[in-house]
């Protein structure tokens, strides 16, 4: 995932990670965050993401770092070190003897998880929905367009032209002057309205 | 043979490490993002691993949480690559280093 240059592909890539996380959790006997698994990331959170790839449409290529290859070495050593002191962990700490987990089939069901969320989880899960609350108001706040007042209207043909530009007597009088089109905003200006497909000529 | 604790423990920290590589390495700003994503994903294997280990479902609903603030952390994070595209017209992370243009 994290080799690919596109980050397209690297989206596609982290989508087939989650599904396999799903069905691992199908293996771990939690169905109910299998399918949370599948809906909430695989389906909502990357189809965002992969959204706001194909809206920001940076099509250039990532181009290999240059920048850090004098600390390749540095890096190797660093590596080589913490082999070892896995190795040292994996060699010499005692093992505790692990029990089999038995086959468990009450734990992550549905009702067990909305049972332990209503009553000994209630709080968190309250702070969860006021969490979700601020991220719907900080993300509408953020990705709203603030250089426009609140009750411009961009309507298509109309022109906004300043006083100054319509009369030299205005000086430097800068008040806006909304005129409903484009022809209206010539004749304004003293020039001929624009004829259109060439009737009249 | 019976899948083992460890196993999953291990995978997890792969993915983590995974993660960490691609935070450190890529420059591209959603890339990042979804390395932390990943990251989130990771932390989410382990907590139910142990919650299938230990038969206890207090892991699976830290799962359940830590989803809703990855869902929020999306939104937000989202519309904060969309206002950086829109000033800077790059989403190179080095070349947005200051926080005010």
Same mark, same amino acid.
């Given at each position: 995932m994290v080799v690919q240059r596109n980050p397209l592909y690297s989206a596609i890539s982290l989508v087939g990670v989650f599904v396999s996380l799903a069905a691992l959790y199908v293996t771990l006997s939690a169905p109910f965050i299998a399918a949370v698994q599948v809906i909430i990331y695989a389906g909502a959170i990357m189809v965002l993401v992969i959204f706001v790839i194909m809206l920001l449409n940076v099509e250039d290529e990532e181009l290999r770092p240059r920048r850090l290859r004098f600390l390749v070495p540095t890096a190797i050593v660093l590596a080589m070190v913490l082999i070892a002191e896995v190795a040292f962990i994996l060699f010499t700490v005692q093992v505790t003897p692990s029990t089999p987990a038995s086959?468990?089939?009450?734990?992550?069901?549905?009702?067990?998880?909305?049972?332990?969320?209503?009553?000994?989880?209630?709080?968190?899960?309250?702070?969860?929905?006021?969490?979700?609350?601020?991220?719907?108001?900080?993300?509408?706040?953020?990705?709203?367009?603030?250089?426009?007042?609140?009750?411009?209207?961009?309507?298509?043909?109309?022109?906004?032209?300043?006083?100054?530009?319509?009369?030299?007597?205005?000086g430097e009088d800068l008040t806006a002057v909304e005129t409903e089109s484009t022809d209206e905003a010539a004749q304004l200006l003293g020039l001929e309205p624009r004829n259109r497909s060439g009737k009249g000529e | 043979m019976e899948p083992q604790?460890?196993?999953? +423990?291990? @995978?997890? =920290?792969?993915?983590? &490490?995974?993660?960490?590589?691609?935070?450190?390495?890529?420059?591209?700003?959603?890339?990042?993002?979804?390395?932390?994503? +990943?990251? @989130?994903? =990771?932390?989410?294997? &382990?907590?139910?691993?142990?919650?299938?280990?230990f038969q206890d479902v207090t892991g699976q609903l830290f799962v359940f949480i830590v989803m809703t603030v990855a869902a929020a952390e999306a939104a937000v994070g989202l519309g904060i690559i969309i206002t950086i595209f829109r000033n800077r017209e790059t989403l190179d992370v080095d070349e947005s280093s200051n926080l005010k243009l």
């Open positions: 086959s468990a089939l009450s734990v992550g069901l549905t009702s067990s998880i909305g049972i332990g969320l209503f009553t000994d989880y209630l709080l968190p899960f309250e702070i969860t929905s006021v969490l979700l609350l601020m991220a719907i108001v900080g993300a509408m706040s953020l990705a709203r367009r603030g250089d426009l007042p609140p009750n411009a209207r961009v309507v298509p043909g109309a022109q906004v032209l300043a006083r100054d530009v319509l009369s030299p007597v205005a | 604790l460890s196993w999953y +423990l291990a @995978l997890s =920290a792969i993915l983590f &490490t995974i993660g960490v590589v691609g935070v450190i390495i890529k420059r591209n700003v959603i890339a990042m993002f979804m390395c932390i994503e +990943l990251m @989130l994903n =990771a932390v989410n294997l &382990t907590f139910v691993a142990f919650s299938s280990y």
